[in-house]
């Protein structure tokens, strides 16, 4: 059982966190809450840094020493709280009601934060010597806007170094209370499609001679994709990387029914194909496109006969393994050409995030499947891939590591929306997984550290140093 002064430790850290509007979209408070950052990490033992980045800070946290280097990534920043209107209370003020905390930031991603510093502290109480790993923790101040520094930072900071593993800044806990481990992350490619046909709106009448911009735009995004969801650019599937069969494996048994996902989300067409059978696998392994929003032309009440001078649409991809959004952006942008639309100006909002997938038979994976399970009693899903997008490919790429996401953002956390909430005893239990994720962490250092030791007392050649 978790001794009652570390939930009522862990629950002050987060209500002074909570406290910190730390809004990375308007540039706000990211100082005072990358210090508080920085004074909790250096309150636990760790050597503390603060860098600027673009926006705002990157606090760093090192400790310890051994064959294995394990890097925590969290984010100290958060996204808008608008509207206020449908707050049930003060975004900024962490408020319990009926089991829950609620606060802007409760869930992404304060309260992972200190669910798995909390969990280090007891590790510590309970292993106070030397510690025989390596840990950075790396709390980044720009994740709600992309992480625009992270790639450069990462560069600068830690030149030439490899991490073994990446936890990542989250992970899941379903509707049924089973945790998801989750072993990759789709890349994004946000864009924007412009047309301007005339210098100004004409009356509608000129649409006998005259073209639409409202209706180039419609064509040039209606040729992008079909009714089942199946890009139409040519060469976009050409570098995929196919699945292990062990993760085709565990996509064939949805943790959850379809009709759940139907009810949760309240969606009513469902793409041509789609069924029971196959809707996991999609959201674990397939591309997909969307359409963010039309501008332009006249939208309010009643009629106005115009022919727009122009207009506009948003679109983003999510992209798999080994997709590179640039590139997408180039297949793009020669799709448009070749059907027409050389008029048409393509920007891009976000090329950056790159697509991640780690090996499901990943020994951390493995224990954290084994420690999960023992706390919450509850079988864990090893999901593939998440849907979703984060910007994790810097950490495989530059340093090595395999990403892994583990944590507490449950189904109904209204992330990024009114009434973001955790639930208290998830936060609990994630306390006690993280300090025997920690513990196990020890454990496979001190078995490396062991098998190293005797390959050097008995090296390959026979030969005794």
Known sequence: ????????????????????????????FLSECAEAARDLLGGAGFRTEIHPGDIGHFVVGEIGEGPLTVMVYNHYDVQP????????????????????WYGRGVADDKGEFISRLEGWRLFRERHPGPLPFRVIWLVDGEEEIGSPS??????????????????????????????????????????????????????????????????????????LRDRSGRI????????????????????????????????????????????????????????????????????????????????????????VPDQDPQHVVSLLRAHLDRHGFEDIELIVHDANVKPVRSSTDHWFIQDAKEILEKHFERPVIVQPSSPASGTAHPFVEQLGASIVGIGITHHGAMLHSPNENIIIEQFETMIECSAALFDRFAERAAALRTKTNLESAYPADGVTP
């Open 1 to 28: 059982m978790l001794p009652n002064e570390h939930v009522v430790r862990a629950r002050e850290d987060l209500r002074r966190l909570v406290g910190i509007p730390s809004v990375s979209a308007r540039g706000e």
């Open 81 to 100: 709280e608008d509207p206020v209107s449908l707050w049930h209370s003060p975004p900024f003020e962490m408020t319990e009601r009926d089991g829950r």
């Open 150 to 223: 992270l790639e450069a930072f990462l560069k600068t900071r830690f030149p030439g170094e490899k991490v073994d593993v990446c936890w990542w800044e989250s992970g899941e806990i379903d509707s049924s209370g089973r945790p998801v481990v989750l072993c990759g992350f789709k890349g994004v490619m946000a864009v924007e499609l412009r047309c301007r046909t005339a210098k100004a709106d004409l009356h509608s009448s000129l649409g006998a001679v005259f073209d639409n911009p409202l209706w180039r735009l419609s064509a040039a995004t209606a040729s």
């Open 232 to 319: 139409l650019i040519d060469g976009f599937y050409d570098a995929i990387r196919q699945p292990t069969q062990e993760d085709r494996d565990l996509v064939t048994k949805p943790p959850f029914p379809f009709g759940s996902l139907v009810e949760a989300t309240g969606g009513q067409q469902v793409l041509d194909g789609i069924d029971e059978a196959n809707f996991y696998r999609a959201m674990n392994f397939e591309p997909c496109m969307n359409v963010n929003g039309f501008a332009g032309g006249y939208a309010g009440e009643g009629a106005k006969t115009v022919l727009p001078a122009e207009g506009s649409v948003k679109i983003d991809f999510r992209l």
